[in-house]
């Protein structure tokens, strides 16, 4: 199949030509005419597929073909959960809006309110926006929706798992009419609160699912080891990085405070490392993502804020220096690499304290994960026996488990503020205050991933 056999616009079609692509990939294949035929789609394939063009042609091409339903309203939103991600769909919009009439714009928090103001008064066609920030926007009446034509919720999930929920309220309920259409996309959408949130936003939905949910992905090559405590993830860490060839790298830690210390720690390697956290001030995460992506970097030391969505071509491989609390960021992690037909490698350090997170990952890709290990870093740790974890720890009672249990937690999460869950041992931390969605933005997430 190709691209010409869509029917495209000609100017559409010529900007595909152009920017090289000649072959559709498979979820481009069935999201893009499904999108439009004017379907309202749930839509998911693994990491590096092609999501972005599954979403970005189909809007075009409706704004091509059909009339404006208002002169001032944007007419496609597009909504990521992080602001890194939103600048990258932003420039992919961009390439296919720079020849045309439409004006596209990027609405981020952390950035000028009042520039986004003006910019908002030019009638944009397109924003690219984190919900947080535009739905402040909105409720400040700086635009409306009622025009809105496409509203495209990237990595939904994951604005699910933020709690965005309300600000996704509120934007839907202000573009509520019969000619709006929605699109969701992510590789991870099977939660029970997608569910629940789709019903409320999509009309008919069609679902279209390119492999099963947590398919293996054959280009990322997984290892895990075992490690006794952070001395001994630093030195496995280290031998990883000085033995194994590699172009760049991301490693995951759990927080925050982790990434400065690791990347100074390899600094003092003599590595070349770098770190992304929401600690940072909006320039200086645009500084640090431009440097990387320009490969003036080779490691870049961040924590979930970076797990979603980036396409960063030259990133060979991703190490787990902590497992993530949300097992499906396991997957969204690992996505950072072996991305469209390249290879990658994926590495995961799991130690005592990641033991319960590592049986969900493991309960998540359903099969019975085996362990590497490297000549004279053996580690003594070997795993916690089922009744330590506090649960009958089968891989299926495990999946079970995580999935029954999940939706409860979040709608109790609602009622008592609750920031943090882990649906592994059930622990629930209260706040005083529930985060703001500014500071969710700022990526104030220590106490959520
Ligand atoms: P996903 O959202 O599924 O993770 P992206 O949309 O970020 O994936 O795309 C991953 C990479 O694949 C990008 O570099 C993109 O330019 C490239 N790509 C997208 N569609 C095609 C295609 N039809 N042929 C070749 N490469 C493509
Ligand atoms: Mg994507």
């Known amino acids: 199949m190709q691209f010409s056999d869509f029917g495209l616009e000609r100017r559409l079609m010529s900007t595909v030509e152009h920017l090289g692509f000649t072959a559709p990939t498979e979820i481009q294949q069935q999201a893009i005419p499904a999108a439009m035929q004017g379907h309202d789609l749930i839509a998911s394939s693994k990491t590096g597929s092609g999501k972005t063009l599954a979403f970005i042609i189909p809007a075009l091409q409706r704004l091509t073909k059909n009339r404006a339903l208002s002169k001032r309203d944007p007419r496609v939103v597009i909504l990521t959960p992080t602001r890194e991600l939103a600048k ?54 700086h635009f409306y929706l009622s025009g809105l034509e496409l509203l495209i919720l990237d990595e939904a999930d994951r604005m699910l798992d933020l709690g965005f929920a309300k600000q996704l309220g509120q934007i839907n309920k202000a573009a509520d ?83 400065e210390r690791l990347a100074n720690l390899l ?41 979603r969505g980036l396409d960063l071509v030259n990133v060979s491989m991703v190490i787990n220096f902590d497992m993530p609390k949300h097992a499906e960021e396991f997957i969204h992690r690992i996505g950072r690499t072996g991305r469209a037909g390249s290879k990658g490698d994926a590495l995961a350090f799991v130690g005592p304290k990641d033991w319960l997170n590592f049986k969900n990952v493991e309960a998540l890709l359903e099969q019975t994960i085996s362990f590497a290990h490297i000549e004279g870093l053996k580690a003594k740790f070997k795993g916690l026996k089922p009744k330590k974890v506090n649960t009958k720890t089968t891989n299926a009672n495990v999946n079970k488990k995580v999935k029954s249990q999940a939706p409860k937690i979040r709608k109790a999460a609602k009622k008592v503020f609750l920031v943090a869950q882990d649906v592994g041992d059930m622990a629930i931390i209260k706040r005083k205050k529930p985060l703001s969605a500014q500071q969710i933005e700022d990526g104030n997430l220590d106490e959520v991933n």
């Open 267 to 307: 600094v003092a390697q003599e590595l070349n490392a770098v770190a992304l956290s929401g600690e940072l001030n909006q320039s200086q995460r645009n500084q640090i993502m431009e440097a990387f992506s320009k490969g003036h970097h080779k490691i870049l030391v961040t924590t979930d804020l970076a797990s």
């Open 88 to 141: 990258q769909v932003f420039s992919q919009l961009r390439l296919f809006t720079s020849n045309t009439q439409f004006k596209a714009v990027l609405i981020l928090g952390g950035e000028n309110f009042n520039d986004q103001v003006k910019v908002l008064e030019k009638d944009p066609h397109f924003i690219v926006a984190t919900p947080g920030r535009l739905a402040d926007h909105l409720s400040q009446g």
């Open 177 to 259: 009419h019969r000619k709006r259409q929605t699109l969701l996309f992510s590789a991870t959408l099977e939660h029970a609160q997608v569910n629940d949130f789709a019903k409320e936003l999509l009309k008919k939905p069609k679902r279209i699912a390119i492999g099963g949910a947590f398919t293996e992905h054959q280009d990322i090559a997984k290892r895990f080891y075992l490690a006794d405590n952070l001395d001994h993830k630093e030195a496995l860490l280290a031998h990883v990085l000085k033995n194994e060839s590699y172009l760049q790298v991301i490693i995951f830690t759990a927080t925050r405070s982790d990434t």
